[in-house]
């Protein structure tokens, strides 16, 4: 009698929940104007509830309507929890008329270093993405650069701009722009200072997670007191996993190179490297050599690399600015097993890629 009770009890309880209107559900939207399926309502959502963004008296967002450069600086100020009170006088001649907020939070962001100097802010002007870029990057200290081209921003913004592509906050189009001139939404600024203060809103960034595919250039920028400063080009240009083929490949180099024991195998990547700019010490057959690279499994394991003698063409070269070579790299693996290929594991410069 009483299991009896207990499943018309959960079959009534069931019937009554799919009856229920789908609005009470789910999480009913905080602002009229951002539904559900908003693409950027976590992130509105995120920053509204931590008093940074704030919506309209009438329950709206507005999401499509730009940021302006003063409603940004105030809120930074929010997001960084600055005293705004007994800040310098930033020095602008068009600021004067503003409310108290507005103008101590520009007088904060700037003499925080956050925007720069001048005779104008143009407080009312729509936020562009390249003041966007400057302002979070300096504002949080942000490092790091962007493994691919991107071919419209200047020389002066290409470091604030890069900083936030390697850290998942901006993308870059898929024709390599940043489109800099391009003004900001309420919606995107959302997006962007939302990906700053929480990682799990960022996108993916070249990791092991998000290795590189075959064909698919990346920049790499690394700057250190030893080597000085270098930017160049590397790419996976052709794979070899079939381990029969690998090793006739890796026999016909060398008749000495040792047959793979039992249960490993041989595989082949190639690699090219284009010195694309450097100070300091260049690129020699020392630095770039597949020692360089590992084979890691998807579980971790990191592989030993194989004393074998390369096919032709090898990767070693003493490579000046301009300069470019390609070649072979070999892997001595488990037969069942297709690894990742890091470059330069646990440097500024690592970098995944994968074989399939």
């Known amino acids: 009698m009483m299991k009896k009770l207990y499943s018309c009890l959960s079959v009534f309880l069931l019937f009554s929940f799919l009856l229920l209107p789908a609005a009470m559900t789910e999480a009913k939207s905080k602002f009229k104007d951002v539904p ?3 693409w950027a309502k976590s992130e509105i959502e995120f920053l509204s509830s931590k008093g940074i963004i704030k919506g309209f008296p009438n329950g709206t967002f507005q999401p499509n309507q730009p940021v302006k450069r003063v409603q940004a600086a105030i809120m930074i100020t929010r997001a960084l929890g600055l005293d705004t009170s007994n800040r ?8 004067k008329n503003l409310d ?22 143009r ?9 966007m870029a400057m302002a979070l990057v300096k504002a949080y200290g942000l490092k ?8 419209d921003v200047s020389k002066d913004l290409y470091p604030y701009v890069s900083a936030l592509a390697a850290n998942g906050i901006t993308k870059i189009y898929q024709d390599g722009t940043f489109k800099p001139n391009n003004t900001v939404t309420r919606a995107h600024f959302s997006v962007f200072f939302a990906r700053v203060l929480e990682p799990s809103f960022r996108v993916p960034v070249n990791s092991k997670e998000n290795p590189a595919k075959l064909g698919e250039p990346l920049v790499v920028e ?34 000495f190179n040792e047959e793979p024991p039992v249960g490993k195998k041989y595989i082949l990547a190639k690699f090219r490297f284009h010195l694309l700019e450097f100070t300091g010490k260049t690129f020699s057959s020392y630095d770039l050599n597949s020692a360089a690279f590992e084979a890691v499994s998807k579980n971790g394991v990191v592989y030993d690399i194989p004393f074998v003698v390369e096919p032709e063409p090898r990767l070693s070269a003493n490579l000046y600015k301009g300069g470019e070579v390609e070649g072979w ?4 693996v488990n037969t069942n097993d297709t690894p990742l290929i890091v470059w330069q594991r646990e ?10």
Request: glycine residues 6%.
């Open 36 to 38: 559900n399926d908003f």
């Open 88 to 95: 310098p006088n930033p020095g602008f001649k068009d600021i």
């Open 100 to 121: 108290k907020e507005a103008y101590n939070a520009i007088a904060a962001v700037v003499d925080e270093g956050i925007f720069p100097k001048g005779q104008t802010f």
């Open 123 to 131: 407080p009312h002007e729509a936020l562009s993405r390249a003041d």
């Open 144 to 151: 790091g650069t962007y493994h691919k081209p991107i071919i």
């Open 222 to 255: 690394t700057d250190n007191f030893l080597y000085g400063r270098h930017k160049y080009e590397i790419e996976l240009t052709d794979v070899i996993t079939d381990g029969e083929q690998a090793w006739q490949m890796i026999q016909d180099a060398n008749m």
């Open 329 to 332: 790299v070999a892997f001595l």
């Open 347 to 356: 440097w500024d410069d690592e970098l995944w890629f994968s074989l399939n």
